[in-house]
C-alpha cells in the first residue's frame, strides 16, 4: 500500500465512525440536559467523533507525504480540510459548553461535505507555480478554520430554528427551515447519484462540433439536459432529447446544469418520502425530537463561534490572503469573484455584529442571519469554483 | 458643542441631552425618551446615558446629517448595500478579466445575451472603480468616523466622571441585581477578595463599592474603526500616480532593457528565461500522474528569469548611450519578486519560443556535396555573409515578422516572430546568383534552374519573459490600518467591561452589575463572588419586562 491508499482508507474509515457517531448522538435526543450528560451514548459519540477526527487527521497526514505539499490545493482537498475543521470546531464547542447534541447537526453537516468532496477527481494533483508558496499552508489553513468556526454558528443556528420555530401553524420561518431542510437532502441526493452512477462507470458522451471539429462531452449521470447543438455520440444511452438554454456557456455549463437538475429532482423525491414517513413537517418532526434543548446556551454558541470567527477570517480570507496576493501577483487586491466573496463574507459577519451588539438582534434574528453566512460561505466555496471563474478557480 | 447643560442633584453638571447622570446615574428626567427607555424597569445603559449629538440635536441640516450618519441602521443598511452590489458584480467578468478581443460594449451582449446586455448597460461590468461604487464605500467611511466621534466622545467622558457613590435607582434598575437586609463585615471582605482575585479595580466611599474592570475593551470598536479609516484613507492615497508605479515590460534573453515607471533610472538584462512543466515520465512527478493524465494541458511547475539589474550611472546625455552599473543579480520566480530600491519586479508572462534567434543553413551544390554553412542572426540582420569557401550570401530582404499584403511580403513588426529572408547565394565577384526564400522554416527557391539547394539545419529560438514593475508607497498603511483593526476586534471582542456596585441605603444593601455583553458570563462571575453571603440570588430583570 503507498501512501495515498493508506490516506483514502482512513478517509473511508473516519466517514463511517463519523455515521456511527450521529447514531450515538441521535439516541440522545429528547432527553433532558442533565441525562444527556450523564448517559454513555454521549460519551461513546464523542469518543467516536474523537476516533474518526484522529483516522481523518492521520488520512490528510498521509496524503500530505503522498503530495510533497499541503493536501488543500484543490476543490476535494479543501473539502475534506473544511470538515476536518468543521469536526475540531465542534469537538471545541463541544468541551467548552459540554454541550454535545450539537453533534447531532455538525456531524451530519461534516458527512455531507466530505461525500460531496468526493465527488470531486481525488487523486493528488501537482501545484501550479502560483501557488508554490508557505503562504498556501498560512492562508487556506486559516481560512477553512475560520469557515468551519463560523459554520459552527450555522449548527447553532439551525438548532436554534429547529426548536423555536412555532411549529403549530405554517408560516414563512416554518418554509423556509423547510427550504434548508430540503437543501440538504438534496446534497445527499446528489453524492449518492454520483457514486451509483459512478461505480456503474455510467458516460454518455456527447458531440458538440467547434469550428468544423468534435468537442467531447461526457456525462456521468444520464442526460435530462443536453448541451446546446450537440449531438449524442454514445446513442444507447438515455437522453431526453432538452437542450441547456443557450445562455448556459461553455462546454460544461449543461453537465453542471443537467446534475443540478437531477440532484434538485432526487432531493424533492427523498424529500417528499420524508415526509410521507413522518406525516409532518421535517422542521416540526425535529423539534419533537429535539424537545429539551435550552436556546440561551445555543444562541450564546452562536455569537461565541461567530465572535471567533470573524477576527480569523478576517487575518485568513482577507489580509494573509492580500499579502500573499501582493507576493505572488504584485497586487494585494485586483477584484477577483473570489476575493469579492470573502469581502461580501467580511461584511456580512461585521454587519452581524453590528445588528447582534448594537442593536440587540439576538435568538431567532441571529440565527436566520447564521443561517445566511453559511449560504455565503457555501456559495463562495462552490458555486464562485464551479461557476464563475477566476484565479481562484483551480479545481 | 452644547451651551445648554443640566445640573444633576448630586451637583454633577451635565450636557444638554444627557440620560443618565454621569457623575450618579440618575436618570434625568425629561431626556429618558432619547433612549427609547421611558418606563421600562431596566435602565437602557447604552453609552452610558451619555450625551450623544445626534440624539440631541436635530435642527438644522448638519444636525441631521450627522444623525443620519450616526445610524447603526444606516450603517448596516450601506453595508448592505455594497454587499449586495458587490455580489452583482461578480455575476459576470469585469472588464479587465473578461479576456476577449471584443469591446465590452460587443462582448457582453454577444456572450451572454440579454442578462448580459443589461449587465453592460447597468455599468455594472465596470463595477468596482464605478463612481458609485466608490461613493457608497466612502458614505461608509463617513458613517465610520461619525458613527465613532457621536459615540466614543460622551461615552468616554460618562465613564471618566462615573462616582463610586451612586443614585439608589441607578444601582436598582441594572439588569442583573440582588439585594440583602444585612451584611457582614467578614462577607463584604471575602466579596471584596473574590471580586480582586478576578482583577476588578475596587474604589469605596462611605461604604459604597465600586467595582470595575477591562474598561479598555469599551474602545475596541472605535480602535478597530480607525485601523479601517486608515485602510480607506490609504485607498483613497492609492489613486494618486504618486503613490504607486505599476507597469509592465517584455524582456528577451540575452536583451537588456530599461525598466519602465523608473525615469529611466533602472535597465534589467534578461541573461535566462527557464521554465518547467510537471511530467509524469519524472521520479518526482509520477505521485501525480492521474492528475496529469487528466489535465487539459501541461501544468507549469517553475518560470524563472535569471535577471540583472542596473542602475544608470552619473547623468544621462540624451542621444548617448549611459553608462550602467550592476547593482543586483537574481532569479525572479513566481511568488518570489525581485526587489531592489522600493521596486519590485514580478514574473507574470511569458512568450515561449515566441521569437527566432538562430536559424543556421547550409548551402549544397550539385551531387549533394556541401559547399557552405552560416548562421543568420536576427539581432544582427547582416546585409551580407561570407562563407568559408569564399562565397558570399547576400541578405536581399528580410521581414522579422513576414506577411503576405496586396503589394507582396512584408513584415508586420520588427520582431522576428515569423522571418522571412530572402537570400542570393553568389559566387566571388558575382553580381547575380540563385536567389531563395526562407519562410515558415522552410526554403523554397526564387531561381528555376538552380544547381544549389539550400536547407535549414538548425533553428534557435528565444522566449521572453513578461515582468511587471511595482512600487507602492500605499502598502505600509494598509498593512498599520489592518493591524490596527485587528486589534481594535480583539480588544472589543474578548474582553467585556464589567461593574459591579454595592450601594448600602439606610435598611439594606443593594447590588447593581453591568456588563456591555456576554450576561452569561457576568451571571456565572456574580453568582462566584457572592456565593456564601447574605445576599439573595441574582435576579435578570430583563427577564420580567
Known amino acids: 500500500m503507498d501512501f495515498y491508499e493508506i490516506s483514502s482508507s482512513l478517509l473511508s474509515i473516519s466517514f463511517f465512525i463519523y455515521l456511527i457517531a450521529v447514531v450515538f448522538f441521535g439516541a440522545i435526543l429528547g432527553k433532558k440536559r442533565d441525562e444527556r450528560q450523564k448517559s454513555k451514548l454521549t460519551t461513546i459519540g464523542i469518543i467516536l467523533t474523537i476516533i474518526g477526527f484522529i483516522a481523518q487527521v492521520a488520512s490528510f497526514i498521509f496524503r500530505w507525504m503522498e503530495a510533497g505539499h499541503i493536501p488543500v490545493s484543490n476543490m476535494f482537498e479543501f473539502i475534506y480540510f473544511f470538515s476536518m475543521c468543521l469536526i475540531f470546531a465542534f469537538l471545541l464547542i463541544h468541551f467548552i459548553y459540554r454541550y454535545s447534541i450539537m453533534g447531532i447537526v455538525a456531524l451530519p453537516i461534516a458527512i455531507v461535505l466530505i461525500g460531496y468532496g468526493s465527488v470531486f477527481p481525488t487523486e493528488v494533483t501537482p501545484l501550479v507555480d502560483s501557488l508554490q508558496s508557505n503562504w498556501l499552508y498560512i492562508h487556506v489553513t486559516t481560512v477553512a478554520l475560520a469557515q468551519a468556526i463560523l459554520s459552527i454558528s450555522f449548527v447553532a443556528g439551525l438548532l436554534y430554528l429547529i426548536v423555536k420555530v412555532n411549529q403549530e401553524v405554517r408560516s414563512k420561518e416554518t418554509s423556509y427551515l423547510e427550504l434548508i431542510m430540503y437543501f440538504v437532502v438534496s446534497v445527499i441526493a446528489f453524492v449518492v447519484l454520483s457514486f451509483s452512477f459512478g461505480a456503474a462507470d455510467y458516460e454518455a458522451v456527447f458531440n458538440l462540433p467547434e469550428n468544423g471539429d468534435y468537442n467531447e462531452i461526457s456525462y456521468t449521470l444520464p442526460a435530462l439536459i443536453g448541451p446546446t447543438d450537440s449531438e449524442l455520440a454514445t446513442t444507447d444511452h438515455f437522453y431526453t432529447g432538452i437542450e441547456a438554454p443557450s445562455f448556459l456557456n461553455g462546454a460544461e455549463a449543461a453537465r453542471k446544469f443537467n446534475s443540478l437538475i437531477w440532484s434538485l429532482l432526487t432531493g424533492l423525491v427523498l424529500y417528499g418520502l420524508l415526509r410521507l414517513l413522518t406525516r409532518k413537517r421535517i422542521g416540526a418532526y425535529l423539534q419533537n425530537k429535539f424537545g429539551k434543548v435550552n436556546p440561551d446556551v445555543v444562541d450564546d454558541i452562536l455569537y461565541r463561534a461567530i465572535a471567533i470567527g470573524f477576527p480569523l477570517f478576517t487575518l485568513g480570507g482577507l489580509i494573509f490572503a492580500a499579502i500573499w496576493a501582493q507576493e505572488a501577483w504584485g497586487r494585494f487586491w485586483g477584484w477577483d469573484p473570489k476575493e469579492v466573496w470573502a469581502l461580501i463574507t467580511w461584511l456580512f459577519y461585521a454587519a452581524f455584529l453590528h445588528l447582534r451588539l448594537a442593536r440587540g438582534w439576538h435568538g431567532k434574528k441571529s440565527a436566520w442571519l447564521a443561517v445566511i453566512g453559511f449560504a455565503i460561505i457555501m456559495f463562495n466555496l462552490i458555486v464562485v469554483n464551479l461557476v464563475i471563474s477566476g484565479l481562484h478557480s483551480y479545481a | ?545
Open chain 2, 1 to 545: 458643542m452644547s451651551v445648554n447643560t443640566i445640573k444633576c442633584e448630586c451637583g454633577h453638571i451635565n450636557h444638554e441631552g444627557t440620560v443618565l447622570c454621569e457623575a450618579c446615574g440618575k436618570p434625568i428626567k425629561g431626556n429618558q425618551h432619547l433612549d427609547g427607555n421611558d418606563d421600562q424597569r431596566v435602565l437602557e445603559m447604552r453609552y452610558d446615558g451619555s450625551a450623544r449629538r445626534s440624539k440631541t440635536y436635530k435642527r438644522t441640516f448638519i444636525d441631521k446629517t450627522w444623525a443620519f450618519f450616526s445610524s447603526v441602521k444606516v450603517g448596516v443598511w450601506l453595508i448592505v448595500i455594497t454587499l449586495i452590489f458587490s455580489a452583482l458584480g461578480t455575476i459576470y467578468p469585469q472588464e479587465p478579466f473578461k479576456n476577449s478581443p471584443l469591446p465590452a460594449s460587443q462582448f457582453y451582449e454577444t456572450e451572454y445575451g440579454l442578462t448580459g446586455k443589461i449587465f453592460y448597460q447597468l455599468g455594472f461590468h465596470n463595477m468596482y472603480d464605478s463612481w458609485w461604487y466608490i461613493i457608497l464605500v466612502a458614505m461608509i467611511g463617513i458613517s465610520l468616523v461619525i458613527c465613532s466621534l457621536d459615540r466614543y466622545i460622551p461615552l468616554r467622558r460618562a465613564l471618566k466622571n462615573q462616582k463610586i457613590k451612586r443614585h439608589p435607582t441607578f444601582v436598582k434598575r441594572q439588569r442583573v441585581v440582588s439585594s440583602t437586609d444585612k451584611l457582614s463585615d467578614e462577607n463584604y471582605q471575602t466579596i471584596k477578595e473574590r471580586l480582586k482575585k478576578k482583577r476588578y479595580k475596587i474604589k469605596e466611599e462611605d461604604g459604597h463599592l465600586f467595582a470595575e474592570k477591562n474598561r479598555f475593551s469599551r474602545w475596541g470598536p472605535y480602535v478597530n474603526h480607525i485601523g479601517l479609516i486608515v485602510i480607506l484613507t490609504a485607498a483613497i492615497l492609492r489613486m494618486f500616480d504618486v503613490m504607486h508605479v505599476d507597469d509592465y515590460v517584455w524582456v528577451r534573453e540575452g536583451e537588456t532593457r530599461v525598466i519602465p515607471g523608473t525615469n529611466q533610472e533602472y535597465y534589467i538584462k534578461n541573461e535566462n528565461f527557464s521554465y518547467d512543466f510537471f511530467d509524469a515520465e519524472e521520479d518526482e512527478d509520477i505521485r501525480f500522474r492521474e492528475a496529469l493524465k487528466n489535465a487539459n494541458g501541461p501544468i507549469p511547475k517553475d518560470f524563472q528569469t535569471d535577471a540583472i539589474i542596473y542602475k544608470v550611472k552619473g547623468e544621462t546625455v540624451i542621444g548617448e548611450e549611459p553608462e550602467l552599473e550592476e547593482i543586483k543579480r537574481g532569479q525572479i520566480r513566481v511568488n518570489h519578486p525581485i526587489q531592489f530600491d522600493g521596486y519590485s519586479l514580478y514574473q507574470a508572462g511569458n512568450q515561449m519560443d515566441s521569437e527566432y534567434d538562430q536559424i543556421s543553413f547550409k548551402i549544397n551544390g550539385e551531387n549533394d556535396q556541401e559547399l557552405g554553412k552560416f548562421t543568420f542572426d536576427t539581432d544582427e540582420a547582416p546585409y551580407q555573409i561570407e562563407l568559408d569557401n569564399g562565397m558570399i550570401v547576400r541578405v536581399d530582404d528580410y521581414y522579422p515578422q513576414l506577411e503576405f499584403t496586396d503589394k507582396g511580403p512584408s513584415s508586420f513588426s520588427k520582431f522576428p516572430r515569423n522571418p522571412g529572408i530572402i537570400f542570393s547565394v553568389l559566387n566571388e565577384g558575382e553580381e547575380e546568383g540563385d536567389r531563395f526564400f526562407y519562410l515558415g522554416e522552410d526554403i523554397i527557391s526564387l531561381s528555376d534552374e538552380s544547381t544549389l539547394t539550400m536547407s535549414v539545419t538548425d533553428i534557435e529560438k528565444r522566449s521572453a519573459s513578461g515582468l511587471t514593475v511595482k512600487k507602492d508607497y500605499s502598502l505600509p498603511f494598509f498593512l498599520i490600518g489592518a493591524i490596527i483593526f485587528m486589534i481594535g476586534v480583539v480588544q472589543g471582542l474578548y474582553w467585556y467591561h464589567r461593574r459591579i456596585w454595592i450601594h448600602p441605603t439606610e435598611n439594606e444593601y443593594l447590588v447593581g452589575s453591568h456588563t456591555n455583553k456576554n450576561w452569561f458570563g457576568m451571571k456565572k462571575e456574580l453568582d462566584e463572588i457572592f456565593e456564601g453571603t447574605e445576599f439573595n440570588e441574582f435576579k435578570d430583570q430583563s427577564e420580567l419586562k
